[in-house]
């Protein structure tokens, strides 16, 4: 029987320590949910679970993680890949080869398996995966979700005992969710040990037979009772309607969009109120962050999209780039400059509302975010949290009428949520700002939040409404 | 993985012509002899049957190249300008058509196996390098997003911005970061034996022609010295 577990085990990236003398097992045979904030360390944890770190960065400074007794990091990567292999969060990141049945051989071959023992086991689990029909596909013509079933089909054919998930379903669409969690439970039942991570513990109930939770100022890892996963139901907490939604400069009227075949959105008219922070919801892969990307032009649609009843596309990109603002989920992409001061210089300096922000206003919120200390950090060194509300204040400062938020709250603690929900019921009331949030966390939040958009069905619904306006 | 059957040369013999003309190419001073290669790579292109299209295009490109070298030494060269400009201009034909006979007739990944079975190319850089390539078509999104992002803080990028290619270089070091994390957790072992699913079979006889074809070169064009 195979072991998988840390002893004593701190590691730490540059000065900031992950975890401190970490004592933890991998149960064997279970299906484990490991979940905590975004930063938290679970990546971290994976990694080092998987024997990839400290070889890809970090330092272990005291224990190791042991596989059947050996140092993990020490065991050649073609032997430990039988016994522990990971999927990672961005699907398409892990493929050296272009064909499906090219990428499994390449896993094979590592093993230095038989050509016919190679042959024998890549058909085996393409049938096992469905996949036959995708065997020729080059792997950048597929979907996440099918991506990640390549993924999975190459840990498979090498027969891993322990799979370790890193955020997988972070790129796939809910059909793709759907099923690989199946895939993933019936392995489990047939002796696999599945250990996932997932910043979001929604949908696991009766998929999950053990819950974790990093416990980032311990710096440790707990066990949670399984009843503290949440339902798909208990998590709706739903938001209070504010009686009057008074017209909005961002309109659509019969808005269509999808993703390569897949219709996401048909036929939706809304208009996004002026001077109200709204939430977008609905479930993984409904369409939420490709709205954002339809309203801000970077993806295809059909129907009407309109600013100011001026149709969007005659208005050239760049100027609708100062309208409608978007906060990316993943910070870094947002950032153009080096350093802290010169990210808030450039957005000082093209504010859309210079009177409002002035050097005063923006010390005030550094301030009050914590960010104070750091004005002279580069952006990549930051924090998560440090890079999110960074992130969050430049684009608060650029002040475009509109502002999309995709997981703005996504590796804050909750000091920091209320510091930010404040700032942002602070900006909408100035400067009458129309704000969209996509938050997979509703707690502490929903009570700052004036409507509730669920994206459902192909439909946006108003909540509390009785049909879409 | 299997490679079948096809005619022409073995990819890693059109490797060693390349090399073993390229150089010596560039210290030859024979506009004959240039002449010579464009009209040999010409013929094998048409006999390996080439995309005519994306041909022409690549050669097409190149002109102003050509022209740019010709010009320069016809007009502000010394000593026998005629000659010289012909000799710069007829090179960057000469070694753009010796390239275009191994990158035109072959993929990306036969080239890097047969220069891996029968040159010791090493596995990290063979697989390595074909990850790259993959990415190629992220990294064209990536790029409309960073620009994109830029645009939300109306300070739009420019291609002579150095912040852009920054930003740009840091995103592939984090690509390749993961996805050399990716293959180690698929057992990817460096230095280690894999298994050979790949066959390039590669006659004696290519080598020879090779040999024979670069002796004869050199030989032309440091011993007879045509025009």
Redesign the interface.
């Known amino acids: 029987m195979t072991s998988l577990s840390a002893h004593q085990l701190s590691f730490a990236y540059d000065d900031r320590e992950i975890f401190h003398r970490l004592d933890f097992t991998v149960p064997m045979g279970e299906f484990s949910l490991l979940t905590g904030p975004s930063g938290s360390g679970k990546s971290s944890l994976l990694k080092l679970l998987a024997g990839l770190f400290p070889q890809y960065g970090g330092r272990v400074t005291s224990g190791q993680v042991s596989l059947n007794g050996q140092n993990a990091a020490e065991i050649v990567p073609f032997q430990r890949a039988t016994k522990v292999a990971m999927l990672f969060q961005h699907p398409a990141r892990q493929f050296a080869m272009r064909t499906v049945n090219q990428q499994i051989d390449f896993a094979l071959a590592n093993l230095q398996l038989s050509a016919a023992e190679i042959y024998r086991r890549r058909q085996w689990v393409l049938g096992k995966l469905a996949l036959q029909q995708f065997a020729h596909r080059l792997v950048t013509t597929l979907s996440g979700g099918e991506q990640q079933r390549v993924a999975l089909a190459c840990v498979l054919a090498m027969d891993s005992e322990i799979i370790l998930l890193d955020e997988p379903f972070a790129n796939v669409d809910i059909n793709g969710r759907k099923n690989l969690l199946q895939i993933l439970k019936r392995l489990q039942e047939t002796g696999k040990t599945i250990f996932l991570a997932d910043h979001d513990p929604t949908g696991y109930c009766g998929i999950a037979s053990r819950l974790f939770r990093v416990d980032a100022d311990a710096k440790t890892v707990r066990t949670v009772p399984l009843e503290n996963l949440p339902t798909e139901e208990e998590n709706l907490t739903p938001v209070r309607l504010s009686d009057e939604l008074l017209g909005g400069r961002l309109r659509w009227h019969d808005l269509t969009y999808g993703v390569g075949e897949r219709q996401l959105v048909h036929n939706s008219s809304f208009t996004l109120p002026a001077g109200k922070i709204g939430l977008l919801s609905g479930k993984n892969g409904a369409g939420k962050s490709t709205l954002f990307n339809v309203l801000s032009r970077q993806h295809h649609f059909t129907g009407q999209l309109s600013f100011d009843s001026v149709l969007a596309q005659k208005v050239p990109l760049r100027k609708w780039a100062l309208k409608v603002g978007q906060v990316f989920q993943n910070s870094t992409d947002q950032f153009i400059s080096m350093t802290v001061k010169q990210e808030l210089a450039i957005s000082r300096k093209h504010s859309r509302q210079p009177d409002y922000w002035t050097p005063r206003r923006i010390d005030q919120c550094l301030a009050d975010l914590n960010l104070s200390r750091v004005v002279d950090h580069v952006c990549y060194r930051l924090s998560g949290g440090q890079q999110k509300k960074l992130q969050l204040l430049s684009m608060l400062i650029m002040a475009q009428p509109v502002l999309l938020l995709d997981e703005p709250f996504a590796g804050l603690d909750l000091q920091s949520i209320q510091r930010v929900l404040q700032l942002l019921k602070m900006v909408k009331k100035d400067l009458q700002t129309s704000i969209l949030i996509i938050s997979h966390q509703r707690y502490g939040i929903v009570a700052a939040l004036d409507y509730e958009l669920r994206l459902t069905g192909q439909r946006l619904i108003l909540q509390g409404r009785d049909s879409d306006e | 993985?299997n490679r079948t059957k096809r005619r022409g040369l073995n990819p890693t013999i059109l490797f060693v012509i390349m090399l073993g003309i390229g150089l010596p190419l560039s210290f030859s001073r024979s506009v004959i002899l240039n002449a010579i290669i464009m009209l040999f790579t010409v013929l094998y292109l048409c006999w390996e049957r080439v995309r005519l299209r994306t041909a022409l295009l690549v050669l097409l490109i190149a002109f102003p190249l050509a022209f740019g070298s010709w010009a320069s030494f016809m007009f502000f060269g010394t000593g026998d300008r005629l000659h010289a400009a012909w000799i710069y201009g007829t090179r960057v034909y000469a070694y753009l058509l010796l390239a275009m006979i191994l990158t035109m007739t072959h993929s990306v990944?036969e080239i890097l196996l047969s220069l891996h079975h029968h040159l010791h190319l090493s596995n990290t850089f063979v697989?390595?390098l074909?990850?790259s390539f993959?990415?190629m078509?992220?990294l064209r999104d990536q790029y409309?997003?960073?620009k994109?992002?830029?645009?939300?803080?109306?300070?739009?990028?420019h291609f002579w911005q150095a912040?852009f290619y920054l930003?740009l270089i840091?995103t592939a070091l984090n690509?390749s970061?993961?996805?050399?994390?990716?293959?180690?957790?698929?057992?990817?072992?460096e230095g280690?034996?894999?298994?050979?699913?790949s066959v390039d079979p590669l006659p004696a006889w290519q080598w020879g022609l090779a040999g024979l074809l670069i002796v004869l070169y050199c030989g032309a064009a440091f011993l007879w010295r045509p025009w």
């Open positions: 993985m990944q697989y390595g074909l990850g993959n990415m078509k992220n409309r997003r960073i994109y992002s830029a645009m939300l803080r109306d300070a739009p990028y912040h930003r840091i690509w970061n993961d996805l050399a994390i990716a293959m180690t957790s698929q057992g990817f072992t280690a034996e894999r298994t050979e699913l």
